[in-house]
T-cell receptor
Framework: EAGVAQSPRYKIIEKRQSVAFWCNPISGHATLYWYQQILGQGPKLLIQFQNNGVVDDSQLPKDRFSAERLKGVDSTLKIQPAKLEDSAVYLC?????????????FGPGTRLTVT | AQSVTQPDIHITVSEGASLELRCNYSYGATPYLFWYVQSPGQGLQLLLKYFSGDTLVQGIKGFEAEFKRSQSSFNLRKPSVHWSDAAEYFCAVGPYNFNKFYFGSGTKLNVKP
């Protein structure tokens, strides 16, 4: 079974530029998460999708971050414009469902450096 | 407020020695607790989880953790560490449906030969 795929793996941009990250969850997984992991910190949930609907985006900085999962499969996270403090690893994770027996599977992440 | 504290940022142990990584949590409802491991350039992998029942839970790779409600702790242990265990370990707390997951800041484990 293929894991959660993310691209690109690394991205360097200048502040005020825009950037987009892509995530393809494990086939059949209805729930998809985007996390931000700043160096020296644990992952912080940005947004959670259930199929193509948003379940929780309370920690997403909506003035500059946006995310979509139009067909309930893959997802894109965008930052526009980027700030220096957005430098982090952006992790995508997916789960088959919402019951407690379902494990959350993480992708390798996209490391963003904003200069 | 919900939070997870991992007081040790770095830990170094010798190969073959025992290991204990500390985790304390603050959570308003019944906590569901997790330990994840993250190797360089890799995503997080679930080591073990606690929902209810026996407070000593077994996980993969020979790890175990003990839930102590009175101490709000969920410490991770391994009797004999292998060099391949060098990684960063994250404790997390959340509800059963995995919404609003709260991660600790992680403990980086180094293993001396």
């Amino acid at each position: 079974e293929a894991g959660v795929a993310q691209s690109p793996r690394y991205k360097i941009i200048e502040k005020r530029q825009s950037v987009a990250f892509w995530c393809n969850p494990i086939s059949g997984h209805a729930t998809l998460y985007w996390y931000q992991q700043i160096l020296g910190q644990g992952p912080k949930l940005l947004i959670q999708f259930q199929n193509n609907g948003v379940v929780d985006d309370s920690q997403l900085p909506k003035d500059r971050f946006s995310a979509e999962r139009l067909k309930g499969v893959d997802s894109t996270l965008k930052i526009q414009p980027a700030k220096l403090e957005d430098s982090a690893v952006y992790l995508c994770a997916s789960r088959p469902g919402q019951g407690r027996s379902y494990e959350q599977y993480f992708g390798p992440g996209t490391r963003l450096t904003v200069t | 407020a919900q939070s997870v504290t991992q007081p040790d940022i770095h830990i170094t142990v010798s190969e073959g020695a025992s290991l204990e990584l500390r985790c304390n949590y603050s959570y308003g409802a019944t906590p569901y607790l997790f330990w994840y491991v993250q190797s360089p350039g890799q995503g997080l992998q679930l080591l073990l989880k606690y929902f209810s029942g026996d407070t000593l839970v077994q996980g993969i790779k020979g790890f175990e953790a003990e839930f102590k409600r009175s101490q709000s702790s969920f410490n991770l242990r391994k009797p004999s560490v292998h060099w391949s265990d060098a990684a960063e370990y994250f404790c997390a707390v959340g509800p059963y449906n995995f919404n609003k997951f709260y991660f600790g800041s992680g403990t980086k484990l180094n293993v001396k030969p």
